[in-house]
């Protein structure tokens, strides 16, 4: 089963706090970046839901990384998850990429809702500068441009 994210309306910003990753899209549309983007329930960009598992012969790819996985920039169906959708007719991909984050947020998140999204194919976004977000807990330290208060968690291996 597929875990799905409270819709909560009214909330100026795309990206909400979280308990375990620090912050995560929440359902809806924003505008972001100075464009319309769009959230699933699971936490996914765009529009589509995703059934429970893929429709038979149809292959299931989910994508996880940071604003250039999520496509912070670009309007629905220009990140580049959506374009490898729109290669084939039997290949669903998800976008579960989350803009600021680090690669250990998204492997967190992978562990978590993997297994659930029954995805033949794992894609990780990995841009060698995003180090600093693997490494840091306050973002501030590493993006002195930020805006707010953004912290987020630290993995570690084991324990």
């Known amino acids: 089963r597929i ?45 589509r839901e995703p059934e429970p598992e893929p429709e038979p012969g149809v292959l299931r790819g989910a994508c996880f990384g940071e604003s250039y996985t999520f496509g912070s920039e670009v309007l629905d169906g220009e990140d580049w998850p959506e374009q490898l959708h729109q290669l084939a007719a039997r290949l669903e991909v998800l976008n579960l990429g989350n803009s600021g984050w680090g690669t250990d947020q998204a492997l967190m998140l992978w562990r978590e809702i993997g297994a659930d999204l029954d995805a033949d194919v794992v894609f990780v976004g990995l841009l060698l500068e995003n180090i600093r977000r693997n490494v840091n807990l306050y973002r501030s330290f590493a993006y002195p441009d930020t805006t707010g208060l953004v912290v987020k968690p630290r993995y570690r291996f084991g324990s």
């Not at 909330?11 to 909400?16: A, D, E, F, Q």
């Not at 929440?26 to 505008?31: A, E, I, M, N, V």
């Not at 972001?32 to 529009?47: D, F, K, P, T, Y």
């Open 3 to 47: 875990r799905r994210i409270e819709e909560k309306p009214g909330l100026p910003v795309r990206g909400g706090f979280d308990p375990v990753y620090g912050w995560i899209n929440r359902p809806g549309t924003w505008l972001a970046e100075g464009v319309e983007q769009h959230i699933n329930s699971i936490g996914a960009r765009g529009r």
